[in-house]
């Protein structure tokens, strides 16, 4: 039997409705996840193993809080060399794996001021210039996504209040990459409304949207976008950053995962 053949026999039987994608420096959110088996991404059908440091290239299955869910530690990227088909290739295999509701990660650039690196945002739309002409919808309005879930959002935002704290839900900016953004496209985002800018999420989303998946969106801003801070961007930066929402983004990956489950069949809910 294939190493994936006997991942997926786990899952089975843990039937796991979550699945949650990890961005950049995020491993260390998962404090509450209880790994029961784990496969790597080379050994799942239509996956390559990431080259991206902060990309763990394996997906596991446990339980978060108690609660059966899947882990991709890591994700694959456009500007890799990997075609889209391949970059999405996770989300097929989520679907494939029973997942009904898909948390996405990423780590960001704060475009917007109230964003500060360490700071987290819900996903509410994004913009995807991800293809030639991609500016040109834009023109006309029509360059917003939204295939985020507004229930989705809304867990999350209530989380955060009941921790004392505000959570913004504002619209990705998705480009290629591997290049940050030069100052003048940050100042074109600002204009078209882009709260934070990233390198992934978008075609991720737009493939669980299709499969019929429940989508939810977060952004650790790590860095303030090219132009808006004083120091040079770099990769070190990123995963620095992100350590500062770890505790914060474990809490609302708990709530996301834990609202997976009917509230008739919930054991007693942790304190937020």
Not at 19 to 35: D, K, M, P, R
Not at 76 to 89: A, D, R, S
Not at 120 to 130: Q, Y
Not at 210 to 232: F, K, M, P, Y
Request: hydrophobic content about 45%; aromatic content about 6%; proline content about 7%.
């Amino acid at each position: 039997m294939s190493p994936f053949a006997e991942f997926a026999e786990t899952v089975a039987a843990l039937a796991p409705r979550t699945a949650i994608v990890l961005g950049s420096g995020l491993a260390g959110a998962t404090a509450a996840f209880v790994e029961r088996a784990m496969v790597s991404f080379g050994d799942i059908p239509g996956l390559v193993p990431p080259t991206v440091h902060g990309h763990g290239g394996r997906l596991a299955v446990g339980e978060w809080s108690g609660v059966p869910a899947l882990l991709f530690l890591g994700r694959l990227h456009f500007y890799e060399g990997h075609p889209w088909n391949v970059v999405t290739g996770t989300i097929r295999t989520a679907k494939k794996l029973g997942a009904k509701r898909l948390v996405l990660t990423n780590a960001a650039g704060g475009i917007n001021p109230a964003l500060a690196p360490g700071g987290l945002m819900a996903i509410r739309g994004h913009i995807k210039l991800l293809e030639p002409h991609a500016w040109r919808p834009l023109a006309s309005d029509n360059g917003l996504s939204q295939p985020y879930s507004p229930s989705l959002i809304s867990a999350m935002q209530s989380h955060e209040r009941a921790n004392g704290r505000e959570l913004l839900a504002g619209i990705y900016a998705a480009l290629t990459g591997p290049s940050y953004e030069t100052p003048a496209e940050i100042r074109a985002l600002a204009k078209c409304n882009a709260d934070a800018v990233g390198m992934s999420t978008a075609m991720e989303a737009e493939e669980a949207f299709r499969l019929g998946l429940e989508v939810a969106g977060i952004s650790c801003i790590t860095n303030q976008a090219a132009g808006l801070g004083d120091t040079t961007l770099d990769h070190a930066e990123v995963l620095v950053n992100a350590k500062l929402a770890i505790e914060r983004m474990g809490g609302l990956l708990g709530r996301l995962v834990r609202e997976s489950v009917p509230r008739a069949e919930r054991k007693s809910e942790p304190r937020p």
